[in-house]
């Protein structure tokens, strides 16, 4: 079992930047995949981002790619989400998850992962 601990939300005005992080607490994670989710109000929880620990290959939602960058630092077990160009409709709970042995087709899928955080509330408004 991983146990995850997010930080770093707030409020930012649209266009701003933000970084969330993930604080992983695991003996090891070379065979996990760890991913970003969100939830906005009154919607489901959805994909944003996903990262292959070894290796280190990323996957984004296409509504923020280019906009989102998904990394690791592995020596201190941290994932982080760089968030540039935010918009009112990013808004939402921020989630990170952790699961293991993933398959490339299987990392945005929600039900892959079984370890989650508590979430970090992210609010993109003027």
């Known amino acids: 079992q991983v146990q995850l601990v997010e930080s770093g939300g707030g409020l930012v005005q649209p266009g701003g930047s933000l970084t969330l992080s993930c604080a992983a607490s695991?003996?090891?994670?070379?065979?996990?995949?760890m991913a970003w989710f969100r939830q906005a109000p009154g919607k489901e929880r959805e994909f944003v981002a996903a990262?292959?620990?070894?290796?280190?290959?990323?996957q984004y939602h296409e509504s923020v790619r280019y906009r989102f960058i998904v990394s690791k630092d592995t020596a201190k077990k941290i994932m982080y989400l760089r968030m540039d160009s935010l918009k009112p409709e990013d808004t939402a709970v921020y989630y990170c998850?952790?699961?293991?042995?993933?398959?490339?087709?299987?990392?945005?899928?929600?039900?892959?992962?079984?370890?989650w955080g508590q979430g970090t509330q992210v609010t993109v408004s003027s």
């Open positions: 990262i292959r620990w070894n290796g280190g290959s990323s």
């Open positions: 998850a952790a699961g293991p042995r993933l398959i490339a087709s299987t990392m945005r899928m929600e039900n892959a992962y079984h370890d």
């Open positions: 695991a003996p090891t994670l070379n065979s996990y995949a």
